[in-house]
C-alpha cells in the first residue's frame, strides 16, 4: 500500500458533472451530431475538471491528502465502471473506434445496437446504465480514464480522489445478458471483478493516487437481488481480498443514499483506510457507540460522517450536525466532516440565481454551499465549537426566520387537507367504469402517446422571446395553437387512436406545475443530471400547495375542438411533482403529497367540465421515491397511492383516467401500481423486452396497460417487425382487450424526423397485430 496519508477533516464524495451552464452538455451534444471532433470533446471535459478541482479547493477543501473527488463522468458513473473492467457485452464486440466512442454506443445504441437498459439509481430521479454480464463477458483493467485525471489534477498541484463504483454494487447493479446459462447471476463473478479491482488499484497507486473512493450504496438497499445482510457479507469478502492488495492506495468505501448503522461496527473493521456513512439518511449505531465497540472497530480507520445532505438544497442544520461529529469526536474516532452522498443532485450555486426571492435563497444550499458547510464543521472539529458559533447562529437564525414565513403555513390549505376522507379516494367500481368507457369507442391494441411532442427550437425560440418580452402573450398564444393544430394533424395522419395536444407550452413536466401553484418557486440555472447529458431544473416546493386558477384545460379544451379523436389532458402526478422538486423538509411528505393531489382534483374537475374525456396523470416517479429500507416502504406505498387516488376519484365513471410509469423495477411495487386504480396504465418496457408483462401477468392485472415498444431515450428508429415482436410478446401474457401500444416515454427530447418514422412503424405495427398478421 502507498504511504499512509490521513483524509484532512473536510471532504465531499463527487460535485456536479454538467458545468455551471452545462458546457459538457453541449460539447457531448455537439460531438454527437459530427459538429465536433472528439479532441474537441476532450479538451471542454479537460477545462471543466479543472475549474471544478479549483472551485472546490476555494470553497475549502485541502489540495492535499485526496480530499477533492475526482467524480467526473462523460455519461453515468455505473457506465465508467463498465469501461474500466473492459466488461463490453459481447454484442457490442463489433464496434468500432475509440474507447469513448464505445462508451457512448453502450449509452445510446446505433442503428445495429439497441442500448444497454436504464434504471433509476437507487432512490434518486438519475439514471445508469445497467451493466449486461455473463459468464464469458471480458474483464480486463482499463484505467486510462482515471489516470489521465490523476494527471491533470497532479498538474494542478492537486492530490485529487479518483472515483469508482465498487465491485459488489457493480454486479448487483447488473443484469444477466441473454447469452448467458440459466441461473446465472453476475454476483457469481464476485471473485474475477474483485482481481480486476485489485489490477486498477495497483495501476493508479503506480500514477500517483493516495486515496480512491470505492462507492458501495448497495449496503443500505433492501431492494435489491440479495438481502442486506447477504450484501455486507460479500462486501466483507471482496474489502478483505482488496485491502489485503499489496499495491493500492488507501481506500475510502463508500455506504451512501440510506442507513449502514446496522452495518457500520463490520464495516470499521475492514482494512481499509475510510468509512463513509450517509447521516442524513441514517444514523448512528447508538448501542455500538455507547458501548465503545463502535470506537473499537474504528480504532485504525477514519469515519467520514455524511451530516451535510447531498439530495435537497435546504440549509443544513449545522448545530445538529455539527452535534454528531462532536459525539464521535468525543468517543475517539477520527472523524471526517462529508455529505451524506454525492452532490451531483443538487445545482451549482445558489448565487447564481438572481431571480430567487432574497429571503427564500437564505434558506437554500446548493453545491457549493454544501461544500463551505462541510468545509466550517471541519473547523469546528479543528478548532472546537466556539470557533464557528458565528456560522451556527447565523443558521440557526435563518431556520427560525423560515418558519414564521407568510406562506410557509396556510390555514385554508391544511384545513382542505384534514377534511379529507376515505372515500374521497375511491372511484366507481371498475367494471362500471369500463361499461362507461365504451362510449369513447376505442379499439383493441389503441395507439396513443406518452403526452410530450419534440420541443424543437422553433418553440424554445418562441419561449424564449416571450420571457424577454420581444413577443406579446397574443402573439405567443397564437404561436402555441398553431404548434398545437400541426402536431394534432400530424397524428391523425400518422393513424394514432387517441392523440395529445404535445405540450409545446411546457418547458418541464413538473416546472409548468410550479410556475402556476402556489408555494413553489423556480430556478434560473438550477440544472441537475438526470442521464447522460439530460437535465432538469428541480422546482423548489417551500410553502403550502393550492391551484390559483385552471392550469392546463384552454390548451387541452382548444386541442379536443380539432379532432373527433379523443385528446387526452395531461397533468403530471403528485409523487411525480415532490419526486423532482426539492421538496420543504420541515413536514412529512405524505402531508404535502395531499395539497399537491387536491389542486390536481381541481384540475380534473376543470378538464371535464370542458369536454376532456381522458385524463392522463403521469408518475414516472412512484418507484423511485420508495424507501430502500423495507421497513418504511409500507409507507411510502400507502400515502404515494393515496395521494395519486386523492387526485383521480373525483371523475366520473365515463372518464378515463391514465397514469404514466417509467424505469422501475415493477415486480416490487406491482401492487401499488394496481392499487392507482388507473384505467390505463402505461410503463417503460422496450429497453427490458418487455420484462414487465411477467408480473403483470402473474399479478392478474385486470386494466389496460401500455407496456412501450420505442424506445425514445435512443436515436434508433425501431422497425415495424421489432415494435411488432414486442406487440406479440407483451400479448402473451396480457389479454387483446387490456393492451395498449404506444412509446416508452414523452417523446419531447427526441427529433421529428425520428419520431414520424418510429411512430408510423408503431402504428402500422400494432395495426398488423390487431389484424393477426
Known amino acids: 500500500m502507498t ?93 468500432a473506434g475509440s474507447d469513448l466512442v464505445k462508451y457512448f454506443a453502450l449509452a445510446r445504441g446505433d442503428r445495429d445496437h439497441q442500448p444497454l437498459e436504464m434504471t433509476k439509481w437507487f432512490d434518486t430521479n438519475y439514471h445508469y446504465s445497467v451493466p449486461e454480464l455473463d459468464e464469458r463477458t471480458p474483464l480486463t483493467a482499463n484505467p486510462a480514464q482515471l489516470v489521465a485525471q490523476l494527471a491533470e489534477s497532479a498538474a494542478q498541484g492537486i492530490e485529487s480522489r479518483p472515483v469508482l463504483v465498487g465491485p459488489v454494487t457493480y454486479l448487483l447493479l447488473a443484469k444477466a445478458s441473454d447469452e448467458a446459462s ?57 474489502y478483505a481480498q482488496l485491502g489485503a492488495a499489496s499495491s493500492r492506495p488507501q481506500i475510502l468505501l463508500t455506504a451512501p443514499y440510506g442507513d449502514s448503522s446496522q452495518a457500520l461496527t463490520r464495516l470499521g473493521r475492514l482494512p481499509v483506510e475510510a468509512v463513509q456513512a450517509d447521516l442524513v439518511r441514517g444514523s448512528l449505531p447508538e448501542d455500538a457507540l455507547a458501548s465503545g465497540d463502535l470506537a473499537a472497530a474504528f480504532s485504525d480507520t477514519q469515519l467520514v460522517a455524511g451530516v451535510v445532505d447531498g439530495r435537497n438544497i435546504w440549509r443544513t442544520n449545522l448545530r445538529t450536525a455539527f452535534g454528531i461529529l462532536e459525539r464521535l469526536q468525543q468517543a475517539g474516532i477520527a472523524v471526517v466532516a462529508g455529505t451524506s452522498n454525492s452532490l451531483q443532485h443538487v445545482p451549482h450555486d445558489v448565487n447564481d440565481e438572481t431571480r430567487l426571492d432574497a429571503q427564500l435563497a437564505s434558506w437554500l444550499a446548493f453545491a457549493d454551499q454544501k461544500v463551505e458547510q462541510v468545509a466550517v464543521l471541519a473547523r469546528g472539529l479543528a478548532e472546537g465549537a466556539a470557533a464557528i458559533e458565528a456560522e451556527l447562529a447565523e443558521v440557526d437564525a435563518i431556520l427560525a426566520a423560515r418558519a414564521e414565513t407568510a406562506g410557509v403555513r396556510i390555514d385554508t390549505v391544511r384545513s382542505r387537507v384534514g377534511a379529507v376522507s376515505d372515500g374521497d379516494r375511491d372511484r366507481a367500481a371498475e367494471e362500471d367504469r369500463r361499461t362507461a368507457q365504451r362510449a369513447l369507442d376505442i ?12 420541443q424543437t427550437g422553433e418553440i424554445r425560440k418562441a419561449r424564449a422571446a416571450f420571457g424577454t418580452g420581444e413577443i406579446d ?21 400518422i393513424g394514432l387512436d387517441v392523440l395529445v395536444h404535445g405540450e409545446a407550452e411546457r418547458n418541464d413536466m413538473v416546472q409548468y406545475f410550479a410556475e402556476l401553484l402556489d408555494g413553489f418557486a423556480v430556478t434560473e ?27 392546463t384545460v384552454a390548451w387541452s379544451a382548444y386541442a379536443q375542438s380539432l379532432t373527433d379523436r379523443p385528446v387526452k389532458g395531461m397533468l403530471t402526478g403528485p409523487v411525480t ?6 421538496v420543504r423538509d420541515d413536514q412529512p411528505l405524505a402531508d404535502t403529497a395531499s395539497q399537491v393531489a387536491l389542486a390536481l382534483r381541481d384540475e380534473i374537475d376543470d378538464l371535464v367540465d370542458a369536454g376532456i374525456r381522458i385524463v392522463q396523470v403521469d408518475e414516472p416517479a412512484l418507484r423511485e421515491l420508495l424507501p430502500l429500507d423495507a421497513d418504511r416502504q409500507p409507507a411510502y406505498l400507502d400515502w404515494s397511492v393515496g395521494a395519486f387516488r386523492l387526485a383521480t376519484s373525483g371523475a366520473a365513471p365515463e372518464v378515463q383516467i391514465h397514469t404514466h410509469l417509467c424505469y422501475s423495477e415493477f415486480g416490487e411495487i406491482i401492487d401499488a401500481v394496481d392499487g392507482l386504480d388507473a384505467d390505463v396504465t402505461s410503463i417503460e418496457a422496450a429497453r427490458s423486452r418487455m420484462d414487465v408483462v411477467e408480473p403483470l401477468g402473474d399479478h392478474g392485472y385486470s386494466r389496460g396497460i401500455g407496456p412501450g415498444v420505442y424506445d425514445i431515450h435512443s436515436p434508433r428508429v425501431p422497425s415495424v417487425d421489432e415494435q411488432q415482436e414486442l406487440i406479440r410478446i407483451a400479448a402473451s401474457r396480457i389479454p387483446g382487450e387490456q393492451l395498449w401500444v404506444n412509446p416508452d416515454c414523452g417523446l419531447k427530447t427526441r427529433g421529428y424526423e425520428e419520431t414520424v418514422a418510429s411512430l408510423t412503424n408503431l402504428v402500422q405495427a400494432a395495426r398488423a397485430v390487431r389484424a393477426g398478421a
Open 443 to 454: 379499439p383493441q391494441l389503441a395507439t396513443t402517446t406518452i403526452g410530450s411532442f419534440p
Open 577 to 582: 411533482i415532490l419526486a423532482w422538486s426539492f
Open 3 to 95: 504511504a499512509t496519508t490521513p483524509l484532512p477533516t473536510a471532504t465531499i464524495l463527487g460535485y456536479p458533472r454538467l458545468g455551471r451552464r452545462r458546457e459538457l452538455k453541449r460539447a457531448i451534444e455537439s460531438f454527437w451530431k459530427g459538429q465536433s471532433d472528439e479532441a474537441a470533446l476532450q479538451a471542454t471535459a479537460h477545462e471543466l475538471r479543472a475549474a471544478t478541482r479549483t472551485r472546490l479547493v476555494e470553497l475549502g477543501l485541502s489540495v492535499s491528502g485526496g480530499a477533492v473527488p475526482e467524480s467526473f463522468s462523460f455519461y453515468d458513473q455505473v457506465l465508467d465502471a463498465t469501461l474500466a473492467l473492459g466488461a463490453i457485452p459481447h454484442r457490442f464486440a463489433d464496434i
Open 525 to 551: 440555472n438550477g440544472w441537475v443530471q438526470s442521464y447522460g447529458t439530460r437535465a432538469t431544473r428541480p422546482s423548489i416546493l417551500w410553502g403550502d400547495v393550492s391551484r390559483p386558477a385552471p392550469m
Open 473 to 493: 402573450q397574443e402573439a405567443y398564444d397564437g404561436f402555441l395553437r398553431a404548434e398545437i393544430e400541426r402536431v394534432i394533424r400530424l397524428q391523425e395522419e
Open 182 to 238: 440459466e441461473g446465472f447471476q453476475p454476483i457469481d463473478r464476485l471473485d474475477e471483478v474483485v482481481a480486476v479491482y485489485v489490477e486498477l488499484l495497483a495501476k493508479l497507486a503506480a500514477a500517483g493516487a493516495t486515496w480512491v473512493q470505492l462507492d458501495e450504496p448497495a449496503l443500505v438497499s433492501d431492494s435489491l437481488a440479495v438481502p442486506r445482510d447477504e450484501t455486507l457479507a460479500l462486501v466483507e469478502r471482496a
